[in-house]
């Protein structure tokens, strides 16, 4: 089981209506937050908590969003050399989700400055693809994490290797 934080805008187009109370979920990242980005093509993209590491897949359909999750996430971990363990472990624990309101401002604005990174980057050769938006935004430094990692794609590695970021 896993916790997803949404926007409004999302959490009114994938969730029944109830929303539970944040907690912690089984999975070893913790906490997703996830933003509806109505652009052409319509996408979501899901930040992590603890790495800040980005996921963007397309919206559509919407109502399965959570069921094809692993399937994006995992091509990004594979992506980023993490071990099969840590990347099964993870996995794993995706089979249930709690839907949530976004609580953590400073995830909020993590999503906000990718949403604006995404639209330079679409604007490039990579409009349609979103494993290699994900790729470069995963390349992207981010600033809660200058003082250690700098990206995100080093905070998941560093922290799938030692259960910690420095």
Same mark, same amino acid.
């Given at each position: 089981?896993?916790?997803?934080?949404?926007?409004?805008?999302?959490?009114? @187009?994938? *969730?029944?209506?109830?929303?539970?109370?944040? %907690?912690?979920?089984?999975?070893?990242? %913790?906490?997703w !937050?996830a933003?509806?980005? =109505?652009?052409?093509?319509?996408?979501?993209?899901?930040?992590?908590? @603890?790495?800040?590491?980005?996921?963007?897949?397309?919206?559509?359909p919407?109502?399965?969003?959570?069921?094809?999750?692993?399937?994006?996430?995992?091509?990004?971990?594979?992506?980023? %050399?993490?071990?099969?363990?840590?990347?099964?472990?993870?996995?794993?624990?995706?089979?249930k989700?709690?839907?949530?309101?976004?609580?953590?401002?400073?995830?909020?604005?993590?999503?906000?400055?990718?949403? !604006?990174?995404?639209?330079?980057?679409?604007?490039?050769? !990579?409009?349609?693809?979103? !494993?290699?938006?994900?790729?470069?935004?995963?390349?992207?430094?981010?600033?809660?994490?200058?003082?250690?990692?700098i990206?995100?794609?080093?905070?998941? @590695?560093? =922290?799938?290797? *030692? %259960?910690?970021?420095?």
């Amino acid at each position: 089981m896993f916790y997803l934080h949404c926007s409004k805008q999302l959490l009114d @187009r994938v *969730s029944s209506g109830v929303h539970e109370p944040a %907690g912690k979920g089984d999975n070893i990242l %913790g906490n997703w !937050y996830a933003k509806a980005i =109505f652009s052409k093509p319509q996408v979501v993209l899901f930040i992590n908590e @603890r790495t800040l590491l980005p996921v963007l897949m397309p919206l559509a359909p919407a109502l399965n969003l959570v069921e094809r999750f692993p399937q994006y996430l995992f091509k990004i971990l594979l992506s980023q %050399g993490v071990s099969e363990s840590f990347m099964q472990q993870e996995l794993d624990h995706l089979d249930k989700v709690v839907y949530c309101k976004s609580t953590n401002r400073s995830i909020i604005g993590i999503l906000n400055m990718f949403t !604006y990174h995404l639209e330079g980057y679409q604007s490039m050769h !990579y409009a349609d693809d979103c !494993y290699s938006l994900s790729m470069m935004m995963a390349d992207t430094p981010c600033g809660p994490l200058y003082k250690s990692t700098i990206t995100p794609g080093n905070a998941l @590695r560093e =922290f799938a290797l *030692s %259960g910690q970021i420095h």
